[in-house]
């Protein structure tokens, strides 16, 4: 059963010299349980995505089905209740949590706003056990944010999103920020929490490797499109669209024993105000085409599960 | 220090009570030497506030025209003014007034200015460019004029002159707040507890207010000094507080006459504003270090 | 650049319609009756009936405040009770000193002020940063009425070696702009000692270094430009503060500006002066504003692009 | 190896941080050398004394809060520490240049690029005012950004396009040494390769000497022939590329390989290393790592361990290091617990 | 575009030249270059600016002074006020009511015009529809004038008035030039034209007024050839100026000052009797005063003795005043008695009156340094026989309003004789006709001091008319609306080499006969 169903989603922002294009007509589902990996570079419109689909920001134009009901027809009230449903962590743990309040006091606060309990010894019984799944100690309660290093500062975030029991949350590059040992700590727990309360992840990242290892199926974003979706064995093996071959071939391994071949992109990405018609990706790409210039290519199931917006999918020289 | 998550469950929940960060704000403050210097001279002049009666040796108001403007002796620290009262006496019992015009007037700014700052910062729109324009207007007419026009309008007193000194710092505080909400209004975790369901008036409560009150803090100390000044500034004209009420101001100007025959007269009224002012400027700096935002991270 | 201004311009519209609203509802609740300061001696109840009917002062609210605008798009800022002169050359005569003199306060407090600021950033918690920031905060901290009598005393009196009132040379404007100007001084130094610190701990500053770049040219190149652009919009600021500091110094030092005009018209319920004073001190605060601003794109070219 | 082709080598550097919460031991008796022409990848998490170390090198550590407490380090013989600034001066940048991490705010916003590079030429060089200009902008062009862009300010470039004039900067005086600090941390994948690829075409055309400070072992990987691995102020392993990435001895080295998701096998566990960075102002006692580590022993916990030569070339600081005679790829050590 | 280079210091003169550079015009007036005063130059420090130039605009003591050297009365004060002729060479009285004035001929105005009996005519007529003025002129019949020629003006009373001449000398009745005034109009208030020994020059306001010689004029001719009257508000500046040689006569010079200007041998310093009284006045009108008793015991309950000492330096500032008339007036009632200090006397009165334990009055003043002391030694006195004095000052436009509605319990004034007539002042002050006018504070309504008044008004024999005055004295003596505090001394100081200076009781001094000793 789709959890989640996003049809042609627009987001335009009003700027001095014109009319910004976000997030530019994307589409795509989320079934229960799984994780959907979105990657792409800075300033694809990801982030964006992330808060329309949760309606932190009002869409411009297009449908969010969650659970079959379109979010963006619902009133204030009915919204409000909705919201236990969908939770989100942020990348900077700095930024996240209020610094003038303690972590007892940062992951009490969305049960007090949706006044799930009466008795305060309730409430005070049910944090100290969220802060045991996210492996905080107990003694932490009464840190401020500051005291806390940037792990277990996005603990406090993470213990935060499942106080309400979601069903669905999106993770804005959640682990970016982190060193690479606290990094896989908080990724195992993630897919620990995921296992445990069936949880179904909208995982937002411009690191690849990172997105591969956590996600069920990808999608990768150029400059406010879709360019690539497929289940994350085939995107990383096969993958069809220029865009997504180059960013490939541009993450550095940490592996010498593997040679690959090197495509380096040229010039720098195009700027997202009042965009051109055709391919976004036309300037940069090998293998462009005229057409590419002129008609956008639709995103167009290639083979079984594997969606490539592109006029000549898979070209290899 | 094992990492597991220990199971053993806690014997003593721990209390949960919710440990201020004054501590630290104090520790950072009482480094600072010259904040020191200024909290000194601000609770000297707090307790000549409070403790007037005990303190000054004379009745201030009570008149000895037998012997006018004594100069310093043993009986008169300060020496006697015009009407042969003594400057000591009337310096401790100015202070209250003065404390008095500095927290009331700054609590009359800080409360209409934050209110109106909040709702500018956090609804933006028409309504915030009509108060903001609102105070353009008031900012672009001098303090002092804004206040005479005002004293001139409810009438001399002590009332009027804080009402006026209040109304004439609001522009101050409103700005200052509209900016630092603005900011706070993008940060990440008021979207996070707006994805929480939380109402827009739950999120100022709660969350923006309490992060904006270090700037505010702050104004408010400089502002306490500067309404001193202005208090002295309306006394000067003659629009000040009413005789005989000591006020240090009032003393300034009646002795100015006397400059050059009697000038103790002058100078230690004057030496008290200058005193109480630059406690407050010193007080402010120590709070801006000490309140410095690089405490969140 | 152009359009930047006179968009400016025309946003100067709105706020001066809201100064005339103000002034002259100030003025309108004042109680006191400017007919009866004018007759003085011969106010008679008859006599002062008839001088109000002729001064129009029994008209309703509206009636007044719309005469009053119609008369000032007309250029005519109506005529001074007292003295029966065109408020138009009062302020003409009155108000260029109180500019010279706010000006020269500016400058006084800008150099003593970035001076400060500067050297007390450069030498943080030396001796001398402690010691500026002490006498800067006296001058703030010192009623500016006392200080210039004081002044006058050591200066005029007893050293001799500036006039001690009057406003006809450059000699007698040093004194006042010294008061006005030590006021604001603490402020501008604080605001440059902050904002110097703050860019000295910026990377491009240690990229300076790492070229190898002697020390003070790392600061005057580098950190003081910068640190320039906050401390711009400051001055502008303290430019309204010495038009209102110069109230009380103009009555000190004797000197026929706009500062000590108001505070006389205010008392005397001089109406037409007190509204044609407010509106022209608002008028050229929001003029030095913009100067400011401009000033402000030209040292910052991030901003200068903005307006291209 | 042999002393003369040293080109720096830094002897038992000890640096510290005097702060209001107690002294900040950030290096701790560091030993690290560069050859001529050979680029150095130092690699350590957040904390690990990478840019401390460097900032010594280049004597701009701001002195009030840090105390260099012992140590030499040897530019070609010379120690460092002991030269005045007005020596220092004439080695920054000519000598010995530096790259910071983000290109956003290591460019003057004030004054125009060309300007900028222009300062770091006449410098050191000896001429008008014009003929730096004209080398200025063909350093511009050696980075790939036309001429003509020289009087742009640096809001009108892109991150990629910034880190480019640093570079650019940097290398104007054609330095022996180039010290990067985490170059392409801000830059996104696609620039990052762009960058990457023309820091590698500029260390051969220019044959300088690098440092590379990283904490992502992929660059280590593309760009760096030696790879010294720190961890809480000192190198707990030092070998060439081969010696870290095949024949890793130290616990701390092979957990960062082990909790990085590796992209080209299909599911790999990550084995995460447990526990919290190491806080510099209390340092556990004896290795530093025993906290963290998993195969510890009451001697971890009280004694130093001693650097040991397991190959030549490659130094390990655990007491568990296995002096190997034969290169052996994948050797699990199985180690007493 | 060539790049400007911008450095720290072009930064700094942009700011200087931008903001200094818009203060070009103004402020250059004022005679001559001020950098060494050229000797021929008297610079007069003033502490009030006149509200205006026209002899009808409202009269400050130094609008007074700078009209009595621009203009010329018919008849005028000398300084023992006696009356002397001015234009007019003599006058007669041919019946009670008519006046017939001989003018002196040759007498030039500043704009070239001569001196013609239709001038006077214009300057007596317009007095009548300027509010301002028309008190001054309400005793004269508007339409009894004629001109029979161009030297002789007659005038008609409307009914018998003893002081009549003595009005004819007040400055509102200063002989300007009809041409003048018809051809300026409005603008007249802003350059004079009269047949003073000074001639207007220039008036910027707020800073000096600058007056010069002229040179045809009917009397001997000035010596100094120009007078700069300087505005100087601050008394403090004002002594300061004059001792550092800013300026060379500096008036109403506080009591604290005196003595040192006195001392210092740069300056020298004149005193002379003002033509004022300070007192304080008790509103009659309101109920709590309405009783003589009342009134006399706050008389006996006010240590007026050392409340002089205080605020005049025991004696050095001003007169003890046992009656309103001013020592210099005739008809001044010498053996009257200051109530002496007697608080155990006040309060039996207080309770004799009904007020036992006293009750609360309020004080409106002006609140400056005098006024306010004055204020807290009285409320000090009176607590001492249970009466409050609640201090209320107001700013200078309310406090007349208060007044001249006689709103006000108790007020404190400084009131001069500016006509110099001893019966026009008893009667601007206690004539119960005279309530709402600016110099009746007390409100009495006294029939038998009223009658005693207004017989002296018409009585035209010297003798009797002082004889009256005596009279009138003893009985408001008796009735007690005020309290005299003191006759003030009006103090000048100048700088030694400054001679001929002699002040006039009522302030029209005249400048015409002052020059600079060469040292």
């Given at each position: 059963?789709?959890?989640?169903?996003?049809?042609?989603?627009?987001?335009?922002?009003?700027?001095?010299?014109?009319?910004?294009?976000?997030?530019?007509?994307?589409?795509?589902?989320?079934?229960?349980?799984?994780?959907?990996?979105?990657?792409?570079?800075?300033?694809?419109?990801?982030?964006?995505?992330?808060?329309?689909?949760?309606?932190?920001?009002?869409?411009?134009?297009?449908?969010?089905?969650?659970?079959?009901?379109?979010?963006?027809?619902?009133?204030?009230?009915?919204?409000?209740?909705?919201?236990?449903?969908?939770?989100?962590?942020?990348?900077?743990?700095?930024?996240?949590?209020?610094?003038?309040?303690?972590?007892?006091?940062?992951?009490?606060?969305?049960?007090?706003?949706?006044?799930?309990?009466?008795?305060?010894?309730?409430?005070?019984?049910?944090?100290?056990?969220?802060?045991?799944?996210?492996?905080?100690?107990?003694?932490?309660?009464?840190?401020?944010?500051?005291?806390?290093?940037?792990?277990?500062?996005?603990?406090?975030?993470?213990?935060?999103?499942?106080?309400?029991?979601?069903?669905?949350?999106?993770?804005?590059?959640?682990v970016s920020a982190l060193d690479v040992s606290i990094q896989a700590q908080i990724l195992n727990l993630l897919q620990q929490l995921q296992k445990e309360f069936d949880?179904?992840?909208?995982?937002?990242?411009?690191?690849?490797?990172?997105?591969?290892?956590?996600?069920?199926?990808?999608?990768?974003?150029?400059?406010?499109?879709?360019?690539?979706?497929?289940?994350?064995?085939?995107?990383?093996?096969?993958?069809?669209?220029?865009?997504?071959?180059?960013?490939?071939?541009?993450?550095?391994?940490?592996?010498?024993?593997?040679?690959?071949?090197?495509?380096?992109?040229?010039?720098?990405?195009?700027s997202p105000i009042n965009p051109k018609p055709g391919c976004r990706f036309a300037g940069r790409c090998r293998y462009c085409e005229e057409v590419c210039k002129t008609e956008t290519p639709p995103l167009r199931e290639i083979s079984q599960d594997h969606f490539v917006a592109c006029h000549f999918p898979g070209n290899r020289v | 220090m094992n990492n597991t998550t220990n199971t053993a469950t806690s014997q003593t929940l721990p209390v949960y009570k919710k440990r201020g960060q004054g501590a630290e704000i104090w520790r950072r403050f009482r480094q600072n030497k010259n904040a020191m210097v200024g909290m000194c001279i601000f609770l000297v002049l707090v307790s000549f506030a409070l403790f007037a009666e005990f303190i000054a040796p004379y009745d201030p108001i009570e008149q000895d025209l037998l012997n006018i403007m004594q100069t310093p002796s043993r009986q008169h620290i300060l020496g006697t003014d015009e009407l042969g009262r003594d400057i000591f006496s009337r310096i401790v019992y100015g202070s209250r007034i003065s404390m008095t015009v500095g927290l009331i007037a700054v609590g009359i700014a800080f409360v209409a200015g934050s209110a109106l700052g909040v709702i500018c910062g956090y609804y933006g729109g028409i309504l915030d460019n009509v108060i903001m324009r609102f105070v353009d207007i008031l900012m672009s007419i001098p303090a002092i004029l804004l206040n005479i026009s005002i004293v001139a309008a409810l009438g001399t007193g002590l009332q009027n002159v804080m009402i006026a000194i209040g109304i004439s710092n609001v522009p101050r505080f409103c700005r200052i707040i509209r900016a630092s909400v603005m900011s706070l209004r993008e940060q990440e975790f008021v979207e996070a507890s707006r994805a929480a369901g939380a109402k827009d008036l739950y999120i100022v409560m709660r969350h923006i207010i309490p992060n904006c009150l270090a700037p505010l803090i702050i104004q408010a100390t400089v502002s306490i000094g500067s309404s001193i000044l202005q208090c002295a500034s309306l006394s000067f004209i003659g629009l000040g507080i009413v005789p005989p009420t000591p006020e240090w101001g009032?003393?300034?100007?009646?002795?100015?006459?006397?400059?050059?025959?009697?000038?103790?007269?002058?100078?230690?009224?004057?030496?008290?504003?200058?005193?109480a002012v630059y406690a407050m400027n010193l007080m402010g700096d120590g709070l801006r270090d000490a309140l410095d935002p690089k405490l969140k991270n | 650049?152009?359009?930047?201004?006179?968009?400016?311009?025309?946003?100067?519209?709105?706020?001066?319609?809201?100064?005339?609203?103000?002034?002259?509802?100030?003025?309108?609740?004042?109680?006191?009756?400017?007919?009866?300061?004018?007759?003085?001696?011969?106010?008679?109840?008859?006599?002062?009936?008839?001088?109000?009917?002729?001064?129009?002062?029994?008209?309703?609210?509206?009636?007044?405040?719309?005469?009053?605008?119609?008369?000032?798009?007309?250029?005519?800022?109506?005529?001074?009770?007292?003295?029966?002169?065109?408020?138009?050359?009062?302020?003409?005569?009155?108000?260029?000193?109180?500019?010279?003199?706010?000006?020269?306060?500016?400058?006084?407090?800008?150099?003593?002020?970035?001076?400060?600021?500067?050297?007390?950033?450069?030498?943080?918690?030396?001796?001398?940063?402690?010691?500026?920031?002490?006498?800067?905060?006296?001058?703030?901290?010192?009623?500016?009425?006392?200080?210039?009598?004081?002044?006058?005393?050591?200066?005029?009196?007893?050293?001799?070696?500036?006039?001690?009132?009057?406003?006809?040379?450059?000699?007698?404007?040093?004194?006042?702009?010294?008061?006005?100007?030590?006021?604001?001084?603490?402020?501008?130094?604080?605001?440059?000692?902050?904002?110097?610190?703050?860019?000295?701990?910026?990377?491009?500053?240690?990229?300076?270094?790492?070229?190898?770049?002697?020390?003070?040219?790392?600061?005057?190149?580098?950190?003081?430009?910068?640190?320039?652009?906050?401390?711009?919009?400051?001055?502008?600021?303290?430019?309204?503060?010495?038009?209102?500091?110069?109230?009380?110094?103009?009555?000190?030092?004797?000197?026929?500006?706009?500062?000590?005009?108001?505070?006389?018209?205010?008392?005397?319920?001089?109406?037409?002066?007190?509204?044609?004073?407010?509106?022209?001190?608002?008028?050229?605060?929001?003029?030095?504003?913009?100067?400011?601003?401009?000033?402000?794109?030209?040292?910052?070219p991030r901003i200068k692009s903005q307006y291209k | 190896m042999s002393q003369q082709e040293k080109l720096l080598e830094i002897k038992n550097l000890t640096v510290h941080y005097a702060t209001v919460d107690g002294t900040v031991r950030a290096v701790e008796n560091l030993n690290l050398s560069?050859?001529?022409?050979?680029?150095?990848?130092?690699?350590?998490?957040?904390?690990?004394?990478?840019?401390?170390?460097?900032?010594?090198?280049?004597?701009?550590?701001?002195?009030?809060?840090?105390?260099?407490?012992?140590?030499?380090?040897?530019?070609?013989?010379?120690?460092?520490?002991?030269?005045?600034?007005?020596?220092?001066?004439?080695?920054?940048?000519?000598?010995i240049s530096m790259i910071f991490q983000d290109p956003m705010t290591s460019l003057n916003p004030v004054l125009t690029v060309g300007d900028q590079i222009k300062e770091a030429i006449e410098l050191h060089t000896k001429v008008n005012k014009r003929k730096a200009f004209e080398l200025a902008g063909d350093m511009l062009e050696t980075v790939g950004i036309k001429?003509?862009?020289?009087?742009?300010?640096?809001?009108?470039?892109?991150?990629?396009?910034?880190?480019?004039?640093?570079?650019?900067?940097?290398?104007?005086?054609?330095?022996e040494l180039l010290i990067a600090d985490e170059p392409t941390t801000a830059l996104d994948v696609t620039i990052q390769a762009q960058v990457l690829e023309l820091m590698k075409r500029l260390k051969v055309q220019y044959n300088t000497s690098m440092i590379m400070i990283t904490h992502d072992l992929g660059i280590v990987a593309e760009i760096c022939d030696y790879v010294a691995i720190m961890y809480a102020g000192e190198v707990v392993e030092y070998g060439t590329r081969e010696d870290v990435f095949l024949r890793a001895q130290h616990p701390y080295t092979k957990g960062l390989f082990t909790c990085i998701p590796d992209m080209y096998s299909d599911d790999n566990r990550l084995i995460p290393i447990r526990g919290l960075m190491p806080d510099p102002s209390n340092l556990p006692s004896g290795c530093k790592f025993h906290t963290r580590c998993d195969y510890k022993c009451e001697r971890c916990e009280k004694e130093e361990p001693s650097v040991v030569e397991v190959s030549s070339g490659h130094y390990v600081k655990c007491f568990f290091a296995l002096p190997q005679n034969v290169a052996s790829s994948k050797v699990s050590v199985k180690m007493p617990v | 575009m060539k790049r400007k280079k911008m450095s720290l210091v072009s930064l700094l003169l942009v700011i200087a030249l931008l903001l200094g550079g818009c203060g070009g015009t103004g402020g250059e007036t004022g005679s001559g270059g001020e950098s060494e005063p050229v000797r021929d130059t008297l610079i007069v420090g003033m502490d009030r600016e006149p509200a205006g130039l026209d002899p009808t605009s409202t009269h400050v003591t130094t609008a007074v002074m700078i009209f009595n050297n621009i203009y010329d009365t018919l008849l005028s004060f000398d300084n023992e006020m006696k009356i002397q002729p001015r234009l007019a060479i003599s006058y007669e009285q041919l019946d009670d009511v008519t006046y017939k004035f001989h003018l002196r001929k040759g007498v030039k105005f500043h704009n070239g015009e001569e001196l013609k009996s239709s001038d006077v005519l214009f300057s007596f007529k317009r007095l009548y529809d300027i509010p301002a003025a028309k008190g001054q002129v309400s005793m004269i019949d508007p339409n009894g004038f004629e001109c029979p020629d161009d030297y002789t003006f007659v005038l008609k009373t409307t009914e018998p008035w003893s002081a009549l001449p003595a009005q004819i000398c007040s400055s509102y009745l200063n002989i300007v030039s009809e041409k003048a005034v018809t051809e300026a109009g409005e603008d007249f208030n802003r350059n004079p034209v009269g047949t003073g020994p000074f001639q207007f020059v220039s008036w910027t306001a707020g800073d000096s007024i600058v007056v010069e010689r002229f040179e045809d004029y009917w009397d001997e001719k000035a010596l100094l050839k120009t007078i700069n009257f300087r505005i100087i508000t601050e008394a403090t500046s004002r002594v300061i100026d004059l001792e550092s040689g800013g300026i060379?006569?500096?008036?109403?010079?506080?009591?604290?000052?005196?003595?040192?200007?006195?001392?210092?041998?740069?300056?020298?310093?004149?005193?002379?009797?003002?033509?004022?009284?300070?007192?304080?006045?008790?509103?009659?009108?309101?109920?709590?005063?309405?009783?003589?008793?009342?009134?006399?015991?706050?008389?006996?309950?006010?240590?007026?003795?050392?409340?002089?000492?205080?605020?005049?330096?025991?004696?050095?500032?001003?007169?003890?005043?046992?009656?309103?008339?001013?020592?210099?007036?005739?008809?001044?009632?010498?053996?009257?008695?200051?109530?002496?200090?007697?608080?155990?006397?006040?309060?039996?009165?207080?309770?004799?009156?009904?007020?036992?334990?006293?009750?609360?009055?309020?004080?409106?003043?002006?609140?400056?340094?005098?006024?306010?002391?004055?204020?807290?030694?009285?409320?000090?006195?009176?607590?001492?026989?249970?009466?409050?004095?609640?201090?209320?000052?107001?700013?200078?436009?309310?406090?007349?309003?208060?007044?001249?509605?006689?709103?006000?319990?108790?007020?404190?004034?400084?009131?001069?004789y500016a006509l110099g007539d001893t019966i026009e002042g008893?009667?601007?002050?206690?004539?119960?006709?005279?309530?709402?006018?600016?110099?009746?504070?007390?409100?009495?309504?006294?029939?038998?001091?009223?009658?005693?008044?207004?017989?002296?008004?018409?009585?035209?024999?010297?003798?009797?008319?002082?004889?009256?005055?005596?009279?009138?004295?003893?009985?408001?003596?008796?009735?007690?609306?005020?309290?005299?505090?003191?006759?003030?001394?009006?103090?000048?100081?100048?700088?030694?080499?400054?001679?001929?200076?002699?002040?006039?009781?009522?302030?029209?001094?005249?400048?015409?006969?002052?020059?600079?000793?060469?040292?």
């Open positions: 059963m789709k959890l989640l169903e996003v049809k042609n989603l627009k987001k335009y922002f009003a700027t001095k010299n014109g009319l910004l294009h976000a997030v530019d007509g994307v589409s795509l589902e989320i079934k229960k349980g799984e994780t959907l990996g979105l990657v792409g570079e800075s300033g694809c419109g990801k982030s964006t995505i992330g808060r329309l689909v949760i309606r932190l920001l009002e869409a411009t134009e297009g449908e969010i089905l969650f659970e079959g009901k379109d979010l963006a027809k619902l009133n204030k009230e009915e919204m409000r209740r909705m919201r236990c449903k969908m939770q989100i962590i942020f990348q900077d743990p700095y930024a996240s949590l209020d610094p003038r309040k303690n972590v007892f006091e940062s992951i009490a606060e969305p049960l007090r706003v949706q006044k799930v309990y009466s008795d305060k010894k309730e409430l005070e019984r049910h944090i100290y056990e969220l802060m045991e799944t996210v492996g905080l100690a107990q003694r932490l309660a009464n840190s401020y944010p500051h005291e806390l290093d940037g792990g277990r500062r996005q603990r406090v975030g993470v213990a935060r999103a499942i106080a309400l029991d979601p069903v669905f949350m999106v993770l804005d590059e959640p949880l179904t992840y909208l995982f937002i990242s411009h690191d690849l490797s990172v997105v591969k290892h956590i996600s069920d199926r990808v999608a990768v974003m150029y400059l406010g499109k879709l360019v690539e979706v497929s289940n994350y064995k085939a995107i990383f093996k096969d993958p069809l669209h220029p865009y997504t071959q180059a960013l490939l071939s541009a993450v550095p391994v940490p592996r010498i024993d593997v040679q690959r071949e090197k495509i380096i992109l040229e010039g720098d990405v195009p | 009032a003393m300034l100007s009646t002795g100015r006459d006397f400059l050059r025959k009697a000038p103790h007269l002058t100078t230690f009224p004057g030496l008290a504003i200058m005193a | 650049m152009i359009k930047y201004i006179l968009r400016r311009i025309l946003m100067m519209i709105p706020v001066m319609l809201g100064v005339t609203i103000i002034v002259f509802t100030m003025m309108y609740i004042t109680p006191g009756d400017p007919a009866e300061i004018i007759l003085e001696d011969g106010a008679t109840p008859e006599a002062v009936a008839e001088l109000r009917e002729e001064m129009g002062l029994d008209d309703p609210y509206l009636v007044r405040y719309f005469r009053f605008v119609s008369d000032l798009l007309h250029g005519d800022l109506g005529t001074c009770y007292a003295i029966g002169q065109p408020v138009f050359d009062r302020l003409v005569q009155t108000f260029p000193n109180t500019m010279k003199l706010a000006a020269l306060a500016v400058l006084v407090s800008t150099t003593l002020g970035l001076l400060m600021g500067i050297i007390s950033a450069a030498k943080q918690y030396s001796v001398f940063d402690n010691v500026a920031m002490a006498l800067a905060m006296m001058g703030n901290a010192m009623p500016n009425f006392w200080q210039g009598l004081l002044l006058m005393l050591l200066f005029s009196l007893w050293l001799g070696w500036l006039p001690a009132s009057g406003f006809s040379s450059f000699k007698h404007m040093i004194l006042p702009a010294v008061t006005m100007g030590t006021s604001s001084a603490a402020i501008i130094a604080r605001m440059t000692r902050s904002s110097m610190l703050e860019v000295i701990r910026a990377d491009y500053i240690s990229t300076a270094r790492a070229k190898g770049q002697v020390e003070y040219r790392v600061i005057l190149r580098h950190a003081l430009k910068n640190a320039l652009i906050p401390v711009v919009t400051i001055i502008g600021i303290q430019f309204g503060r010495q038009l209102g500091g110069a109230v009380l110094t103009e009555s000190i030092f004797a000197i026929p500006g706009v500062g000590k005009m108001m505070v006389d018209a205010i008392k005397a319920r001089n109406f037409p002066v007190v509204q044609g004073g407010v509106l022209m001190i608002a008028l050229s605060l929001s003029i030095v504003n913009l100067l400011v601003d401009i000033l402000y794109a030209y040292i910052d | 560069v050859d001529a022409g050979q680029t150095l990848g130092l690699v350590g998490e957040t904390g690990a004394g990478k840019t401390t170390t460097v900032k010594t090198i280049m004597r701009i550590l701001p002195v009030p809060p840090s105390i260099i407490k012992n140590g030499e380090i040897l530019y070609k013989g010379e120690d460092l520490l002991k030269k005045s600034q007005k020596e220092m001066r004439s080695i920054r940048g000519e000598k001429r003509d862009r020289a009087n742009d300010y640096p809001h009108q470039f892109s991150g990629g396009m910034k880190q480019r004039v640093v570079i650019a900067m940097a290398l104007a005086c054609n330095p | 060379d006569i500096a008036l109403a010079v506080g009591v604290t000052d005196i003595e040192r200007l006195r001392e210092n041998a740069a300056t020298d310093l004149i005193q002379f009797n003002h033509t004022g009284i300070r007192y304080g006045a008790f509103n009659c009108s309101k109920e709590v005063f309405a009783d003589k008793r009342v009134r006399q015991a706050l008389n006996y309950a006010t240590n007026v003795e050392i409340i002089r000492d205080v605020l005049y330096d025991k004696g050095i500032g001003a007169m003890p005043a046992t009656t309103s008339v001013i020592p210099i007036l005739s008809g001044r009632n010498t053996d009257l008695v200051q109530y002496d200090y007697d608080p155990e006397k006040a309060k039996a009165l207080l309770a004799e009156a009904g007020y036992p334990d006293g009750f609360s009055v309020e004080y409106n003043f002006l609140s400056n340094t005098k006024n306010t002391r004055l204020g807290e030694m009285l409320q000090a006195q009176w607590a001492e026989v249970g009466v409050e004095l609640v201090m209320a000052p107001l700013e200078s436009a309310t406090l007349t309003a208060t007044l001249n509605a006689g709103e006000h319990d108790f007020c404190t004034a400084n009131s001069t008893l009667y601007s002050f206690y004539h119960s006709s005279m309530h709402g006018t600016s110099r009746c504070r007390a409100y009495l309504s006294n029939p038998e001091i009223d009658a005693l008044l207004d017989e002296a008004r018409v009585e035209k024999n010297e003798d009797k008319r002082e004889q009256l005055a005596y009279e009138i004295q003893a009985l408001v003596h008796e009735e007690a609306p005020w309290i005299y505090i003191a006759y003030e001394y009006y103090n000048v100081g100048l700088l030694a080499d400054v001679q001929g200076f002699k002040p006039a009781p009522n302030s029209a001094h005249d400048f015409s006969c002052v020059y600079i000793a060469e040292k």
